[in-house]
């Protein structure tokens, strides 16, 4: 390998967490994402690396044009996904949760929020509130001038803040209310599960239409969810068992059932109390839940 082919290697290499990173708020696949980066190097190796001043801001550009261009592709799958679509769960570092606003940008609930954007809104948005990228780059990412970025970065802003948790939870508070759910889950304790859910709950499941018994659409209120969880446990010759696990920045669950792994779940807290539950048990998406991710901004 000549030097300047070693150079743009390592180049990729030490910013390869924060391009996973991006494409992969951009996408809400870390498979979407492993292929982007695969395509993003064969550009990147191809380039005049002389003439790169900031390695770092190029890739990210190619990175999320990337994206755009996935994004589009998936549109129609997505479209055609049998029953609720949500994000590939990660499984990820604690230190992850103190940087807050990474933690909650990766949060399952926010990437479904990000999910009612369109592409250049959920571009822009991630590069800009996420990792505070100039408008000028941004522009330069996603083919845009700057001044209709800026329109397009507060148009998106808005759009979230209407949409995102309200509420910012202390990463010890939402341990504590996780393993209050977890408990009642594991012994079959009715009240325990009422006692931890909110009234107004509203449980999401995504089994990709490979799973028996997920649901397909949500589930509202606390009296129907654990009724429904405690149904859908008694349908099992193996009791399913719920361990803590870091999902997506924050404290979660993984769901194993004869020693398996069955589903990932995500959860938010508002006031001591669960507000929503995102349980991701399509098969595909599970891939990522026996390593650790490495993420950056």
Do not use: C
Not at 124 to 130: A, G, K, T
Not at 222 to 231: E, R
Not at 277 to 294: G, Q, T, V, W, Y
């Amino acid at each position: 390998m000549s030097s300047s082919a070693g150079t743009a290697a390592d180049q990729f290499v030490l910013h390869r967490s924060l391009l996973f990173t991006v494409a992969y708020e951009l996408l809400g696949s870390a498979a979407d994402a492993e292929d982007v980066l695969q395509e993003s190097w064969l550009r990147w190796a191809g380039v005049d690396h002389d003439g790169v001043r900031d390695p770092r801001a190029y890739l990210v550009r190619i990175v999320t044009r990337q994206s755009l261009n996935h994004l589009r592709t998936v549109s129609r799958r997505r479209e055609e996904y049998v029953g609720e679509w949500l994000p590939e769960p990660l499984l990820t570092r604690p230190d992850v949760a103190d940087d807050v606003e990474l933690a909650e940008s990766l949060s399952v609930a926010m990437l479904t929020v990000l999910e009612t954007l369109g592409p250049a809104e959920r571009a822009v948005f991630v590069l800009r509130e996420v990792f505070d990228l100039p408008y000028d780059e941004i522009a330069d990412a996603v083919g845009k001038t700057p001044a209709a970025v800026r329109q397009i970065a507060h148009r998106a802003k808005d759009h979230v803040a209407a949409r995102r948790p309200r509420i910012r939870v202390d990463p010890t508070e939402q341990e504590q209310v996780v393993e209050r759910f977890l408990a009642a889950f594991n012994t079959g304790d009715l009240q325990g599960l009422m006692d931890v859910l909110a009234p107004d709950v509203v449980a999401v499941a995504d089994g990709g239409g490979k799973v028996r018994g997920a649901a397909r659409r949500p589930i509202v209120g606390a009296a129907k969810l654990a009724a429904y969880l405690l149904g859908s446990m008694a349908k099992f010759d193996v009791h399913p068992v719920a361990t803590p696990a870091w999902v997506n920045g924050a404290r979660g669950a993984r769901i194993e059932v004869g020693g398996e792994l069955a589903a990932a779940v995500s959860v938010t807290v508002e006031h001591g109390r669960i507000t929503r539950i995102f349980s991701i048990a399509n098969p595909d998406k599970l891939a990522r839940l026996d390593a650790e991710a490495s993420l950056t901004r």
